[in-house]
C-alpha cells in the first residue's frame, strides 16, 4: 500500500513541477516515466501463478547553471520475467548532485562514466537486460587547459538493490594535440591521445577456495588496469588503437588462475558520400573484470568488451545473438555501405543502397601453463573444498595459461556473413532485402548444444497508403538442420499518424516444436505521451545488446506499456 501511495505521489508532483519550470528560467526539470507491465494468463513457464508483474521507472533531473540534481524511482515488486531473481524490490537506487563552476563538475551520488572504449572501465544502464552498474560515490571532471580533460573518480558498484564491497578508483586522461597546434587544425587533422588507469580494491572473502589438502588461495586485494589509445582523424579517414592490459585478477570467470589480463584493438573507417569502409580487429586474453570476484553471468562488471557483431534487430536475425566470451577471443568485423546513385543501371529512378557485413569470432590459444601456485599453507581446521570453479581453465591457483599472441585456438565462437539492400521502387513503395549466413557456436555460448549453421532471408516492405496511413510488413525465414531447426515469422504493422499504429506477428517453429508465438499490439501516441496494449506469447531466449546477453524465460498474458518524456 505505502508503495502504491508514494508511486501516486510522485505522479501527482510532476504538473506542479513543470509549472514551477515554465515560471522560472534559472531551473528547468526534466525527466521520463516507463512502466512495462504483464497480467499473465495461464501457468507460466517459470512456474509462476502471479496476477500482475511490472517493472516500473521514474526519472527527474533538475538542472540550473552551477547545480544539477537527480534521481530515479524503480518499482520491481513483482518484476517481469526473468527479473525475479534478483531484481525484486524497490526504492531509489540512484540519486545524484553535481556542482559546476568554470572548467570543472563535481558529481556526488551515483554516476556512469566511461574511459576510452570501455576496455577497462563502463558503468551504463541497460533496463532490457537488467544492468545498471553505476557508482555510488565521487567524480570529478576537470578541463584545466584547451585540449585537456581529466577524470577522476571512486566509489562502489551498483549490484541490483545493493552494492559490492570492492572499491572501484581510477583516472583518465585525454589530450586533444589538434587543439594545440594550428598546423593540424589547417590541414583538417584531429589527433587524440588517452591513458586511464583503473584501481579495484577487494578484501580476501572469508571463504578461500582451497587449492589442495594443505593450501589455500592468496588473492591479490588490489588488482590495477591501464588502457592507452591514440585517435587520429583526416578528412574521410579515421584510425583507432587501444591497448589495456589488468594484473592478476583470480576470480570464478577464470577459473582463479594468476595469468594477467590483456586486449588489443585496432579500427580503421573510411567514409565519404556515397560510401564507407569499417575493419575492425580486437583480441582479448583472461579480461574479465569485476567488483566482485566470485561473481557469473552480467552482474558487476567494471568493463566492457565490444563484440564486433552487428547488433541484429530483425526477430530471427537476432534468434542466435553472440555474447563476448570473457576468458579470450579473436574479433573480425569488416562492414562495407555503397549508395548506387540515381539515374544508374544499379541505382534506378531513386538510387539503391547496398550493405555488406562480415563477423568472425575465434578462440585464442591457451596452451597448459601451470607454473608455481599463489597460495598459503592452512591451518589445522580450516580446510575448504574447491567448489563452482569452471571448468574452461585447468590449475587453480596456478598462472594458467600460455598463449601465442597471433596463433588461434579453440575453433570458431561465431561468424556470419550478412548482404542488405534498401530500394525505392516506387514514390509509394520501399523494400529492404537482407541474406544472412550464420555460424553459431550454441556450446561456447550457452554451455551446449554444438555448432549452428543457419541461413536467413527477410524481407521488409514499406507501403504508403495514404499521406497519414503506412503500412510495413516483415517475412523472415530462418532455415538450418540443427537446434530447433527452421523458423518462420511474419509481422503487419499499420500507422494512421500521428496517433495510432496497430501491430500483429507470429514466430513459428516449423522444425520441431511446431509453436506459434503471437503477438498483437495497439499503440497510441499523445504528445509526449505513448501507451500500448497487448497480447501474445513471448519465446524463451536470450537478449543481447552489444555483446551482453540475459537469458528471458517464456511468458504469455496482456501486456500494457507507458512512456512518458518531458
Known amino acids: 500500500m505505502r508503495t502504491t501511495l508514494l508511486f501516486a505521489a510522485m505522479m501527482a ?219 587520429l582523424n583526416k578528412g574521410p579517414f579515421n584510425i583507432l588503437a587501444e591497448y589495456a592490459q589488468k594484473t592478476q585478477d583470480p576470480s570464478f570467470d577464470n577459473g582463479y588462475i594468476y595469468r594477467k589480463g590483456y586486449v588489443a584493438m585496432l579500427s580503421g573507417s573510411y567514409s565519404r558520400k556515397g560510401m564507407s569502409l569499417l575493419l575492425q580487429a580486437k583480441r582479448s586474453d583472461n579480461f574479465s573484470f569485476r567488483s566482485r570476484r566470485s561473481m557469473t553471468g552480467t552482474s558487476s562488471m567494471i568493463n566492457h568488451l565490444p563484440a564486433f557483431t552487428e547488433d541484429q534487430t530483425y526477430a530471427l536475425a537476432a534468434l542466435y545473438p553472440y555474447a563476448t566470451h570473457p576468458a579470450g577471443e579473436w574479433a573480425y568485423q569488416a562492414q562495407l555501405g555503397y549508395t548506387f546513385r540515381r539515374h544508374t543501371a544499379l541505382g534506378g529512378k531513386y538510387g539503391t543502397q547496398l550493405k555488406i557485413n562480415f563477423s568472425h569470432v575465434h578462440g585464442i590459444d591457451q596452451s597448459e601453463h601451470g607454473l608455481l601456485l599463489n597460495s598459503e599453507p592452512l591451518s589445522t581446521g580450516q580446510l575448504q573444498p574447491v567448489t563452482n570453479v569452471p571448468t574452461y581453465h585447468t590449475g587453480v591457483g596456478t598462472k594458467g595459461y600460455g598463449s601465442s599472441f597471433w596463433k588461434w585456438g579453440g575453433g570458431t565462437y561465431y561468424q556470419d556473413i550478412d548482404v542488405q539492400l534498401d530500394k525505392r521502387i516506387t514514390r509509394d513503395f520501399k523494400m529492404h532485402l537482407m541474406y544472412m549466413n550464420q555460424f553459431y557456436n550454441k556450446t561456447v555460448v550457452e554451455g551446449e548444444g554444438g555448432m549452428i549453421h543457419s541461413n536467413i ?104 506499456s507507458y512512456n512518458y518524456n518531458f
Open 13 to 231: 508532483a510532476l504538473p506542479t513541477f513543470a509549472q514551477n519550470d515554465s515560471t522560472n528560467n534559472r531551473v528547468t526539470l526534466s525527466g521520463s516515466i516507463q512502466s512495462d507491465m504483464l497480467v499473465p494468463t495461464g501457468k507460466q513457464a517459470d512456474g509462476s501463478h502471479e496476477d500482475f508483474r511490472t517493472n516500473t521507472y521514474v526519472d527527474l533531473a533538475l538542472q540550473s547553471k552551477y547545480v544539477d540534481a537527480g534521481a530515479r524511482f524503480e518499482y520491481l515488486e513483482h518484476p517481469l520475467p526473468g527479473f525475479e531473481k534478483d531484481f525484486k524490490g524497490w526504492g531509489v537506487p540512484f540519486f545524484y548532485v553535481k556542482g559546476k563552476l568554470n572548467k570543472a563538475e563535481l558529481t556526488l551520488g551515483n554516476f556512469y562514466d566511461q574511459f576510452g572504449s570501455g576496455f577497462i572501465f563502463r558503468t551504463y544502464e541497460e533496463r532490457s537486460l537488467g544492468i545498471d552498474n553505476s557508482i555510488l560515490g565521487a567524480r570529478l571532471v576537470v578541463n584545466p587547459f584547451s585540449g585537456v580533460r581529466l577524470k577522476a573518480l571512486s566509489g562502489k558498484q551498483r549490484r541490483y538493490w545493493a552494492h559490492n564491497d570492492a572499491w572501484v578508483s581510477g583516472a583518465d586522461l585525454e589530450l586533444s594535440l589538434d587543439e594545440w597546434f594550428h598546423a593540424l587544425q589547417q590541414s583538417g587533422t584531429y589527433l587524440t591521445l588517452g591513458g586511464s588507469w583503473v584501481n579495484k580494491h577487494e578484501k580476501a572473502d572469508d571463504d578461500l577456495l582451497m587449492v589442495d589438502a594443505s593450501h589455500r588461495l592468496n588473492l591479490p586485494e588490489n588488482v590495477n588496469a591501464w588502457d592507452a589509445r591514440v585517435n
Open 457 to 560: 532471408f527477410i524481407a521488409d516492405l514499406l507501403f504508403n497508403l495514404s499521406r497519414d496511413t503506412k503500412l510495413r510488413t516483415e517475412l523472415q525465414y530462418l532455415t538450418t538442420a540443427d537446434d530447433d531447426a527452421d523458423w518462420a515469422f511474419a509481422l503487419a504493422e499499420l500507422s494512421v499518424a500521428p496517433h495510432w499504429m496497430f501491430t500483429v506477428s507470429d514466430e513459428y517453429n516449423c522444425g520441431v516444436t511446431n509453436a506459434h508465438y503471437w503477438q498483437t499490439y495497439v499503440t497510441y501516441n499523445l504528445g509526449a505521451h505513448r501507451f500500448q496494449l497487448g497480447w501474445g506469447r513471448t519465446r524463451a531466449g536470450y537478449n543481447c545488446s552489444g555483446g551482453v546477453c540475459r537469458y528471458v524465460p517464456e511468458s504469455k498474458g496482456f501486456t500494457l
